[in-house]
């Protein structure tokens, strides 16, 4: 039988795995930046920009900017506020080493994320100025984008030599649950030529895409798959991810689909009902590949009935996800 990162690599490549995946983004994703890690006295997380984070138990390990913080006020100014780390001060081999230390890397994926361009931009400034900077200031918009991205492609490098990745995502959440947060045209013209100068060092090294986008951003689609991304998570169900899925096929992976904020995933949900959910999910993107099993319930209401409900869903994976394709040839 194939391993767990032989055959989660299929998906990626588009072809059928012998078995369901089931997607371990804690497991799998590693983090390589070496920046991060600090607290600032309040006990916030600080990030290599100077940008304050925190989370709560329903972020799911998610962090936002703490309310009131602002690191830049006008992005004209972005040259003298933002500066960015200096990569070659690190020493990779020691630091890859530890990151990878309790990691099954023969047996699993090693995913690594990078280049959140437009999460950068709204975290510098506040949504809304951000997104007000989007349309008045393109332009320093972009030129800011582009000294991230220098960053970010020798962040990338060093990901690449060090850590040995099996695949790379391109972690960037421009939408919100019902709507992006900015049109095709703006994401194309000045967000996914950045995506893309990543994105060509990952292919150039055989790495595959993963792009994860939360929200609803199908109309993004093609443009990820212009620049060579071959699988999307979380996918969340506001988008019409039966028609996409019928559209794309292998060629876009579907990891995850489920609707982890819905009635379903909520506490009071009866466990055959949510069995029942979890089994029609499954017959749902299962056929002819391109999906990777990824059921995770509401958090922030209790950790017994959170470790209850995906004691349910981890006994429904192995008794009747796994083997999916075996019993349904």
């Known amino acids: 039988m194939l391993t767990e990162k032989e055959n989660y690599l299929r998906i990626m490549r588009g072809e059928m795995p012998e078995f369901l995946p089931k997607y371990d983004f804690f497991g799998w994703n590693v983090s390589g930046n ?23 138990p329903e972020s799911m390990g998610g962090v936002m900017p703490v309310p009131g913080r602002i690191l830049l006020d006008d992005i004209t100014r972005w040259r ?4 960015t780390p200096d990569v070659s001060s690190v020493d990779w081999e020691t630091f ?24 950068k931009l709204v975290n510098f400034m506040s949504f809304t100025e951000g997104l007000i900077a989007l349309q008045e ?9 582009e000294y991230l991205g220098d960053y970010y ?23 919100a649950a019902q709507m992006p947060f900015v049109s095709v045209g703006t994401y194309r013209d000045i967000i996914l030529p950045h995506h893309k100068r990543l994105a060509d060092i990952a292919l150039d090294n ?44 292998r060629k876009l992976a579907i990891c995850g689909g489920w609707d982890n904020t819905g009635p379903v995933s909520m506490p009071e949900t009866g ?31 209790g950790q017994e009935e959170y470790d209850h409900k995906m004691a ?3 006994e429904v994976y192995e008794t009747y996800g796994r083997d999916w394709y075996r019993n349904h040839p």
């Open 96 to 119: 890859s080493k530890k990151q990878l230390e309790d990691k099954d890397t023969e047996n699993n994926p090693v995913i690594m994320g990078v280049g959140d361009f437009f999460m």
């Open 153 to 175: 492609v020798e962040l990338l490098k060093k990901y690449i030599y060090w850590f040995k990745p099996d695949v790379i995502s391109l972690a960037d959440d421009v939408s």
């Open 34 to 56: 070496p920046f991060r890690g600090k607290k600032t006295e309040e006990g916030y997380d600080i990030d290599e920009y100077g940008m304050v984070h925190k989370g709560n």
């Open 271 to 301: 466990d055959e009902e949510f069995r029942e959910a979890v089994i029609n999910y499954i017959d749902t993107f299962a056929p002819n590949g391109g999906f990777v099993y990824g059921v995770m319930v509401a958090s922030g209401f």
């Open 312 to 314: 349910i869903a981890n």
């Open 206 to 249: 055989g790495l595959p895409l993963l792009m994860h986008c939360c929200g609803k951003c199908e109309m993004f689609i093609d443009s990820w798959l212009e620049i060579g991304v071959s699988a999307w998570e979380p996918a969340q169900v506001s988008n019409d991810l039966t028609a996409i899925k019928k559209k794309y096929g």
């Open 137 to 145: 200031e393109p332009e320093e918009c972009c030129a800011m984008m």
């Open 80 to 83: 003298d506020v933002i500066k």
